[in-house]
């Protein structure tokens, strides 16, 4: 397997609206994110995580500034399917039972058909014996556990999580949380995963990038050198419990939103 290229922007920036009015979503960026590895970004409720997530999946575009994933555009990996994303809304296709929408991550990722992977997928996520429902038979929680699987089924490249368990019950999320992580290992993948969970983030990822409110700007950058697999025990450790107590406290120091932001 080749090395996963890393993820640069330069000076890259997100306003909306038309001047004097534009409000700055993220504010001047440099950020290399190493490839094959998992990064996460935690900040207040919108503080511009998800725009910086959109800006990297190329599902929107900077207001100033360059993104590159080794030497392509996000547009360019978007198009050859190196990417997958899984969203808070997980936007199933509502005529697709789950394991047809599961099938079609694999599709879109122009990767042959592997009817028994899929089958493992959803066992993964937890909906064996739902295959053959549709979106409106299932519940929200199982409806995301859906996405995931659809995402997972291509084998990306870099995947993208956007509070992809948020919708999900306790002891389904710390189930995801111990066996999603192996499978991006595996695959060699590059992860950048949004949340709101100290400790998920500590726990799934191998840096954690604390943003400030709006404009999102990045206050503090701190590697989590836990060893891998991480299963619930280090959830225990004192290593852990620091980590987090260090984000936690960089989040609490973060600085006041810019008065335009507030308004």
């Known amino acids: 397997m080749s090395p996963r290229p890393d993820i640069r922007l330069e000076g890259v920036t997100r306003s909306f ?6 409000v700055e979503a993220v504010a001047a960026t440099d950020l290399v994110l190493a490839g094959g590895t ?5 900040g207040p409720s919108g503080c511009g995580k998800s725009t910086l997530l959109r800006l990297i999946a190329g599902l929107d575009q900077p207001s100033a500034g360059r993104i590159a994933i080794g030497s392509e555009s996000p547009d360019a990996l978007r198009r050859r399917a190196g990417l997958a994303i899984a969203f808070q809304d997980a936007a199933l296709l509502p005529w697709r039972t789950v394991r047809g929408n599961v099938a079609l991550g694999r599709s879109l990722a122009r990767r042959p058909k592997d009817p028994e992977a899929d089958a493992a997928l ?3 996520v937890g909906l064996a014996g739902f295959e053959r429902h549709r979106p409106a038979q299932l519940s929200g929680g199982m409806r ?6 659809r995402a997972l089924a291509g084998s990306p490249e870099l995947l993208l999580l956007d509070e992809p368990f948020g919708a999900l019950d306790e002891l389904t999320r710390e189930r995801l949380n111990t066996e999603l992580a192996p499978i991006w290992e595996a695959a060699g993948a590059s992860v950048l995963l ?5 400790a998920e983030a500590v726990r799934l990822s191998d840096r954690v990038l604390v943003l400030s409110p709006r404009p999102a700007r990045v206050i503090a950058d701190i590697a989590t050198p836990l060893p891998r697999p991480r299963d619930p025990s280090v959830t225990g450790s004192a290593g852990f419990r620091d980590l987090c107590d260090e984000v936690r406290a960089a989040l609490r120091a973060a600085p006041p939103p810019d008065r335009l932001a507030a308004e």
């Open 17 to 22: 609206g038309t001047q004097p009015q534009a």
């Open 38 to 42: 998992a990064t996460a970004l935690v």
């Open 122 to 124: 959803i066992r993964l």
């Open 144 to 149: 995301q556990r859906a996405a995931i699987a």
């Open 194 to 198: 949004v949340t709101h969970s100290v």
